[in-house]
């Protein structure tokens, strides 16, 4: 080949280079890395609906994400991982709206004792306009909200029966940390401690605390039915949570990713919903297996009477009286 035949063959195969659509090489592609904090074990809702996260995601985009799901509250209570979240050391997890609440207090309308009458009342309410306003106050405060989620009813927790409110004058029970529950147990005469989800079997066990509230789930998950068996199905709080990202985390993703994990999120939500209501029917035979108990609420009209205080004191704090009649009046 002459020399200027060489140099027209480099021209023509170097423009030819030029016009070809450039190809992502493997070493160029960006893996992310998540870590995500689960308070339960890999059998439980809790975890179950990251690995179904995960596995969507590497469906629609392979490769771009690397889920490590530490399950067991291994990182910690809700409280600690909220904390973690805003300081950028967790990525992702799910929270009680009870928990989110010291950030974002209108998130209490979730939490108002006897509000909601069912989980499709509650579907209904956070998937409108409430839901849209939260999630917006959400992000204010470095949570970005994938999608809200419920956990099923409160019951009341006890050594021995607990069927009326002034069965609980002067006994310590047990609280999220949060003003809302701790007003609704103290308008009942009992004497509310705070104390991480994680401590309660042990505070239980030795006294520190008599009872407790909590969802059938989560009663099984930690075992509580070996030191409070009696459950009272007073159903009182419609447990909330939301499926949660760091904003610092949230902020270094791509448009695409972006719009991507908050589709997916959305359908992990009614995934959880589904895993919750079939996990809380294995959770009460297992508690009823291993000697707990269930009893019905007496005086029910005391308890809700209770339940009106609470709204009245919260009222303000969760955008006025008018926000709590529509979110009741919701069809």
């Not at 190809?23 to 890395?33: G, M, N």
């Not at 401590?199 to 070996?226: C, P, R, W």
């Not at 009696?230 to 419609?238: D, E, K």
Request: a negative charge; aromatic letters at 8%; charged letters at 20%.
């Amino acid at each position: 080949m002459t020399v200027l035949a060489r140099r027209t063959f480099i021209l023509a195969s170097a423009g030819a280079l030029l016009a070809a659509p450039p190809v992502l090489r493997p070493a160029e592609a960006r893996t992310t890395a998540l870590t995500i904090a689960s308070l339960l074990g890999e059998d439980k809702p809790e975890t179950l609906v990251w690995r179904w996260i995960a596995e969507r995601m590497e469906e629609r985009l392979p490769g771009r994400f690397r889920f490590n799901v530490v399950a067991n509250a291994a990182l910690g209570g809700e409280k600690e991982v909220a904390e973690g979240a805003r300081l950028g050391s967790i990525q992702a997890s799910l929270s009680t709206v009870s928990t989110l609440s010291a950030w974002v207090p209108e998130l209490q309308l979730l939490d108002l004792p006897f509000l909601f009458r069912d989980a499709g009342h509650l579907r209904r309410v956070v998937g409108g306009a409430t839901g849209a306003d939260l999630t917006r106050r959400l992000a204010e405060q470095g949570f970005v909200a994938g999608g809200f989620i419920d956990y099923g009813a409160r019951h009341l927790l006890g050594k021995e029966p607990l069927t009326r409110p002034s069965q609980l004058q002067g006994r310590t029970i047990r609280v999220i940390q949060s003003r809302l529950h701790t007003s609704l147990w103290s308008g009942f005469g009992a004497v509310p401690v705070g104390i991480p989800i994680t401590e309660t079997y042990n505070a239980l066990a030795t006294g520190v605390a008599d009872a407790m509230d909590l969802t059938i789930s989560a009663y099984a998950g930690f075992k509580l039915y070996e030191v409070v068996p009696c459950l009272t199905r007073t159903a009182h709080i419609r447990s909330s949570g939301v499926i949660f990202y760091a904003a610092s985390f949230w902020d270094g993703l791509a448009d695409e990713e972006k719009a991507l994990l908050r589709q997916v999120s959305g359908e992990a939500a009614a995934y959880f919903n589904d895993l919750m209501a079939a996990d809380e029917a294995q959770s009460l035979e297992l508690a009823l297996s291993h000697g707990g108990r269930v009893v019905e609420p007496e005086a029910i009209d005391e308890w809700r009477a209770g339940a009106q205080l609470v709204w009245s004191d919260f009222e303000t704090g969760v955008g006025g009286r008018q926000v709590i009649e529509a979110a009741l009046q919701q069809e």
